[in-house]
């Protein structure tokens, strides 16, 4: 049985290579993720990979997200570091293939869930690793067999089910330098045999905290000032800062003798010192602000769960009555730099005739017309932001065999909800400006010398509690039927069919701050409400030519209704509808030799929120830019040039939807095959090609401001009330950009065998990237490319990703080392004009293209099964303490100096675990 059990692992593994069982050996169907139709195992001809549960308890990882990221083919997805500062809400996603998190789809026992952005990108965090007895994941499109979003692949969580003793798990992280690490908890238990007992179920309770991550308790991320050799061996400085600081620095407009309106920026504490204060450096006569070194390189992060999943035999009948359940919660705590205020100064005030008057000829004082001062409020400490996500999923359905017929039901409820508490750090703009316009406020002061008039009103000004909640909720309801309706000479055919419905529904309510716009720089915000039916049809005929030949066709068609605005009674954007197919064959040309070829269509709506949302205030950008409206390009004429603001800065940002988009469609295909020479050794690869027309994408800050005359429509102003100016900003918004393309190679190997140390396991896989390129927005003839490179779109596409781990297994002990290696790329180019890199001396601006070394790591895991009941694990993460590899990157999460989606800051770090069974 043992043996046996290993050959079925293995089938799934490799991707539907056949294991050379005995001939006589019968095994149960079961549903394979990527079909309708019931099969054994080893007849899947899918490019299917699956993770066991001794493997997921084997790989040390602590999160559903740590551990799908481990894998070669899964690229492109949004990790927990994603909240600092990039709207990432606290949200975990998985990709495969670079292709983004909204192309994966996502199933918890096949079912559908609820999303967490009104689409179909599922929240990672909310889920369990402890209740998950496998993982499948499908490196194929699927959307004629689930409809939309399955363009990329499918990855289906499995939940624990059967018979099993009471269990407790526990695992304890805790790195080599100060901060992250953290706890697991987990315990459940299997009750009940479905065909002893007429019942079974399973129930599993888990609770997990990951520790903070300071930015300045790691050497790459503890500053924003990186010193560095450029290509040609040069020493440089790299510093992405920001010129809101603390003291403030202040510009001075002024009309000069000529009667011309000027301005000249500086920063008062630097004039009269002769130097920046600590966590700042001189450019220009001002003083940037380091705020990397005041963020998180990893937030806290604490999750509990209850799930439990049950059968119930309805007597006679045939047919059985089955539920799945899962409640759960995930709370992310964020710390970003203390608050950044551009205020308006009264020139006649004490602060600016103590502070700024004195640096100022005579002309301009003469001229004087006002003043901003760009003020970071550090007296106030870091911005401390609570994400709370609250998961809901119930599915439950009747399964069951009659006259001849298969047939399942399935209704399905999933919620989520997420809520934004700001904790400290926050400021109301009204009493605020007060507190700076009758003096006690002093922006010119350094953190520390605020007077005590000064602390109270900032104590006074300050904010805490509920910002926003967001509600996703999906209902769904489907029935599937499936018969054998002939036999052919490899045997029966199977045919289904099946029709489902689906309500999507996503909800944003304000509290007052955020309704009404009272945050100091704030803007108000829009509330929402908004839904969208859908309705599918599908069937799916699988034919067996010969015992060696079987082919499978798929057909759906799906209807996207119009989005619905339930706040205002109004349709957005417009139904849409698709045919989809797919046709797949395998082909066991020997017991040990098996190809395999797919080919189909894919067709996905944009999302609710891609449509409806609102253009609302999204902070400033993450990189400092010069202004793109200047002589030098031609438009010092154009009517936002007087908006510019001298060197590079970060720039207002606004957020929004985009009601023409149109849906996006896809042809994908694969070829590949599987080789089991013998019993312990196995390969194969799968060659596999996605393209997607009218891909819809955000337009990316950096392409925005490289270029102002094609994306001119991505530009605006925003009105700040601290100033009472506009100030010029850029236009986040979704679009059609035409085409995306990826094609790569899919390889595995595994090689079992004995050894007078012990059963020696390797296994090694895989993805090579062949291509990875999409149309520049605004031009479906201009391609651009992120392979191997810090691309446009402000991601890498490696062409390489490796993972190898080696088991040794000996009596009571088993041993595990895995290996991780992606390659280098080149890093995101650093211009001249935003002059974020310099000569040593800080004073001249370089352009910088330098390439980003590989990146390995090495883990290891001991366990020790000390009785039948009960294992002890040992581990080390990152045995060799391998630093994330420097990065001149200053898009996206906060931290700085490598780049947190691809490489961890944690370090060496301990792992030990303990597994009862009662």
């Not at 720089?521 to 929402?528: E, I, K, L, P, W």
């Not at 209704?561 to 849409?576: I, K, T």
């Amino acid at each position: 049985m043992h043996k046996r059990l290993w050959m079925v692992t293995a089938s799934l593994g490799l991707g539907g290579l056949p294991a050379q069982a005995d001939s006589g050996a019968t095994l149960p169907r079961v549903e394979i993720t990527g079909s309708q139709l019931r099969r054994p195992v080893t007849e899947s001809g899918l490019p299917l990979q699956t993770i066991g549960r001794s493997e997921i308890e084997r790989s040390g990882a602590t999160s559903l997200a740590e551990l799908l990221q481990r894998l070669p083919m899964v690229q492109g997805q949004q990790a927990i570091t994603d909240s600092v500062g990039n709207d990432g809400n606290g949200i975990t996603t998985v990709s495969l293939h670079n292709l983004g998190a909204k192309y994966t789809l996502v199933l918890l026992n096949g079912q559908r869930m609820a999303s967490s952005d009104g689409g179909s990108v599922i929240d990672l965090g909310t889920l369990p690793l402890a209740a998950l007895e496998r993982i499948e994941i499908l490196g194929d499109g699927a959307s004629a067999v689930y409809g939309a979003d399955a363009i990329g692949g499918v990855v289906n969580l499995i939940l624990r089910q059967g018979e099993t003793p009471l269990f407790v798990n526990t695992r304890l992280t805790a790195p080599q330098g100060a901060g992250g690490g953290g706890w697991q908890l987990a315990l459940g238990q299997g009750l009940g045999d479905l065909a002893r007992d007429g019942y079974a179920l399973t129930w599993v309770a888990s609770h997990d905290r990951a520790r903070t991550l300071r930015a300045a308790d790691r050497a790459v991320s503890a500053s924003g000032l990186v010193r560095f050799r450029d290509p040609s061996g040069q020493e440089r400085l790299f510093f992405n800062g920001s010129v809101r600081a603390a003291p403030a620095n202040v510009a001075v407009d002024y009309t000069d003798a000529a009667g011309a309106a000027q301005s000249v920026y500086l920063h008062p504490g630097l004039q009269a010192n002769g130097q920046c204060p600590s966590g700042h450096l001189d450019a220009g006569g001002q003083c940037y602000f380091d705020y990397a070194a005041t963020v998180v390189a990893q937030p806290q992060v604490e999750r509990g769960s209850l799930m439990a999943s049950g059968v119930l035999r309805l007597g006679a009948s045939g047919f059985d009555w089955h539920t799945d359940a899962l409640l759960a919660r995930s709370r992310t705590r964020v710390a970003v730099a203390p608050y950044p205020a551009d205020v308006s100064i009264a020139t006649d005030s004490a602060a600016f005739t103590a502070h700024v008057l004195p640096w100022l000829t005579d002309e301009q004082r003469a001229g004087l017309t006002g003043a901003t001062a760009y003020y970071r409020l550090g007296d106030l400490g870091s911005r401390v932001v609570d994400y709370t996500n609250d998961a809901l999923h119930l599915g439950t359905g009747i399964e069951g065999d009659t006259g001849g017929w298969h047939l399942q039901s399935t209704l399905t409820w999933s919620a989520r909800e997420q809520r934004q508490d700001y904790r400290s750090g926050w400021l109301l703009g009204e009493p605020f400006m007060a507190g700076l316009a009758d003096g006690r406020i002093d922006p010119f002061a350094a953190p520390g010398q605020q007077s005590a008039a000064g602390l109270a009103a900032l104590a006074g000004a300050g904010v805490q509690g509920r910002y926003d909640t967001m509600r996703s909720d999906l209902f769904g309801a489907e029935l599937r039927a499936a018969t054998e309706p002939f036999t052919l000479p490899g045997g029966p055919a199977q045919w289904g069919v099946g029709g489902e419905w689906r309500r999507t529904l996503w909800r944003r309510t304000l509290s007052d701050m955020a309704r009404t716009g009272a945050l100091l720089s704030g803007d108000v915000q829009q509330a929402h409400g908004v839904q969208r039916d859908t309705l599918g049809a599908y069937t799916e005929l699988l034919l067996p030519v010969t015992s060696a030949f079987h082919l499978t066709g798929a057909l759906r068609y799906d209807h996207l209704g119009a989005a619905e605005d339930l706040l205002h009674g109004l349709r957005v954007g417009s139904a849409a509808g698709q045919f989809t197919s797919q046709l797949s064959g395998r082909w066991q040309m020997q017991p040990g030799l098996l190809w395999r070829a797919s080919a189909g269509t894919g067709f996905r709506a944009p999302d609710l929120l891609q449509l409806t949302r609102t253009q609302e205030d999204y902070g400033v950008t993450a990189g400092a830019y010069a202004c793109p409206f200047t002589a030098a390009n031609g438009l010092a004429d154009h009517p936002y040039a007087a908006l510019c603001w001298p060197g590079a800065n970060q720039v207002e940002a606004v957020k929004g939807g985009n009601a023409a988009l149109r849906p996006e469609r896809s042809r994908q295909w694969s070829l590949g095959g599987a080789f089991a020479p013998s019993r312990t050794v196995s390969f194969g690869a799968d060659l596999w090609s996605v393209q997607v027309r009218d891909a819809v994408q955000e337009v990316s800050e950096r392409l925005i401001l490289a270029d102002p005359v094609r994306y001119a429509a991505f530009y605006t102003t925003k009105y700040k009330a601290s100033t009472g100016a506009d100030a010029l900003a850029v236009r986040l918004l979704p679009v059609n950009i035409g085409r995306i393309e990826a094609q790569g190679i899919d390889w595995r190997a595994a090689w079992r065998h004995g050894s007078p140390v012990g059963r020696w396991t390797q296994q090694l896989q895989g993805t090579w990237l062949l291509r990875s390129r999409y149309t520049v927005p605004g031009d479906d003839t201009a391609w651009a490319s992120s392979l191997n490179r810090f691309g446009v779109d402000d991601r890498v596409a490696f062409r390489h990703t490796v993972a190898l781990s080696s088991t040794l297994e000996r009596g009571a002990w088993s041993h595990q080392a895995r290996f991780n290696w992606r390659n280098g790329y080149d890093d995101q180019p650093q211009s001249e004009s935003d002059c974020a890199v310099t000569t040593l001396d800080g004073l001249t601006c370089v352009a910088v293209q330098r390439r980003v070394s590989a990146h390995w790591t090495i883990d290891w895991t001991s366990t020790w099964r000390s009785t039948p009941t009960a294992e002890v694990s040992l581990g080390v993460a990152n045995v060799f303490n391998r630093r994330p590899p420097l990065t001149l990157r200053t898009v996206g999460a906060h931290m700085l100096g490598y780049d947190p989606r691809y490489a961890s800051a944690e370090g060496r770090t301990l792992q030990v675990g303990v597994n009862w069974r009662f």
